[in-house]
Each structure stands twice: as C-alpha cells, then as structure tokens.
C-alpha cells in the first residue's frame, strides 16, 4: 500500500486539484504540461541560476498556480469552454518547457532538491506524506469554509449560485489556480524522483488524473464528489498500474486498458448522474 501510495503521488497531487475543478463542472487538461513545466523551471533555478531549493521550489510552484490562473481567466472572462481553454494552455506550456530546456534534460539539482521524491519516512515515502497532506488541506477547504460550499453550489447550479451571491467569477479562476499549483507540486516531486528535469514528463497524465477523480466518485456534470473518493480513485489507478507492470503486460496495452477504465467510468457517471436528476425531479414533483 506505502509502495503504491507513494508511486502515485505525482498522480494524486494532480488529482486533489484537478477534484476542485471537476466539482465546478470543469476540466483542466493541461495538468501534464504544467507539470513538465514547473518541474524544469524548478530545476532551472536550482541548476543555473543558483536558487537554493526552496526558492527555485516556491517558484516553480507559483509559476504552476498562473498557468492555471491564466485558464481560469480565459474560462471565466474570456467565455472560453474549459476543454479549449486547458488544450491552448497545454499546448503552450510543453512548448515553453521545450524552449526552455531545448529539449534536453536539465540534471545536477542539489540533493536536498530531490530529496522529497525519494526519501522515506520510517518506510513511508515523502511524496506520499506531501500527497495525504495536499488532500487533508484540500478536505478542509471544502469541507468547511465557504469557498468550498461555494465550489459545490457552482458545480451543482452556476444561475442559482450567481443569484444566490456567490463569487463564482471568484471561485472559476481560483479552482483553476489550485489545479495549476498542485501539478506544480508534483513536477517537482518528479524532477526529484527521476534526480533530472526531463521535457517529456507528464505527457497524457491528464488521462489518469481525470480518471482517478471520476472513479473517485466526483462527476464530470460537477457539484458531487469528495477528496476521500478521489484518494480511492487515485489507489485504484496505482494498483492497476503496478499489477500491470508486474504482470509484465506491455506499455502499449496499459494505455488501451486504462482508456477502456476511464469510458467505463465516465458511462457509469453519466448513469449516475442521470439516476440522480431523476430522484431529484421525482422528489420535486
């Protein structure tokens, strides 16, 4: 379990953001550039410009944070649909990793840089310390302020939430903020894992994300979901990964299958959400 915990990081942080995004109703598919993104520039920092890690950390984390800011604002100002928005910042984010390493990894990052990727705690890795604190932040986030209260009713209702004097421009751009922030996060964790920055990291990560959180229970319809669920999702998805690895099944095939589970996960929420409309509707009547 510690194992899994801990190779699912990367993909749990993501997937604590990506939950607050999904709740409004949105997606965020540029998860898996802004993770190469900050992963680099943290490690460019560190490695050329002399930053010691928790300065090169705390930028590449903010740097993470305005790539989602900046598809917030394009969701929620521009009336951009979130799939566009989240596809142009993906786009734009692998292409400023690849300009700003030139394709190359950028390695030598101090080892206290990386220490986070792959140290232990008593055998319980780090990354996964970071990962149950990020969803424990996150729980309280949503469980008991009114932020998250206005989280569901924007997922649930934008019309009645924006009558209802809720902040929603507010909440859009923040959601968005926070799923940049955590792949932020976890690019680092990256880059420390694997001691370098490389340009390709996070390619189709997205896939897994979204899967993790809709397993987890959060609907894509928005305004359901819990952080608990999206940490089943997450150890759902790091089990499947790990038995296929030592089952040996070829990395081609892993990607056919993890697609066939994000269909049947997406089939199930639409049945749920439509069995829900429907008690609601029958309850109304």
């Known amino acids: 379990m510690t194992n899994v915990l801990g190779q699912a990081a990367v993909m749990g942080i993501c997937a604590v953001g990506m939950t607050f995004v999904i709740l409004t109703g949105g997606i965020d598919l540029s998860v898996g550039s802004i993770v190469a993104l900050s992963g680099a520039l943290g490690a460019w920092f560190n490695v050329h410009a002399g930053f ?24 929620h100002w521009g009336r951009v649909p979130p799939f566009m928005a989240t596809l142009a910042l993906m786009a734009a984010a692998r292409g400023l990793t690849l300009l700003l390493t030139q394709g190359n990894p950028i390695s ?33 986030l949503l469980r008991f302020t009114s932020f ?29 903020a926070i799923s940049g922030a955590t792949a932020g996060l976890a690019g680092l964790l990256m880059v420390g894992r694997l001691w370098s920055a490389q340009p390709g990291i996070g390619m189709g990560l997205e896939l897994d994300v979204i899967a993790s959180v ?35 099944v070829s990395s081609y095939l892993q990607q056919v299958i993890k697609g066939i589970v994000f269909i049947g996960a997406v ?19």
């Open 267 to 285: 089939v199930l929420d639409r049945y749920l959400k439509g069995a829900y409309h429907k008690n609601r509707s029958r309850d109304a009547a």
């Open 148 to 176: 998250g209260t206005g989280v569901y009713a924007l997922g649930d209702n934008p019309e009645a939430a924006h009558f209802a004097g809720i902040p929603t421009g507010k909440i859009t751009v923040s959601v968005y």
């Open 214 to 248: 809709v397993l987890g229970g959060t609907s894509l319809f928005g305004g359901v979901g819990t952080i608990r669920g999206t940490l089943t999702g997450v150890l759902i998805m790091g089990f499947l990964d790990n038995g296929l690895r030592i089952l040996g």
């Open 108 to 140: 030598g990052t101090s080892p206290a840089f990386n220490l986070a990727g792959w140290a232990t705690l008593s055998g319980f890795p780090v990354s996964g310390v970071i990962l149950l604190a990020c969803a424990t932040a996150a729980w309280i």
């Open 52 to 75: 010691p890690w928790p300065t090169a950390w705390a930028v590449a984390i903010l740097a993470g944070a305005l790539c989602g800011l900046s598809s917030g604002l394009l969701v």
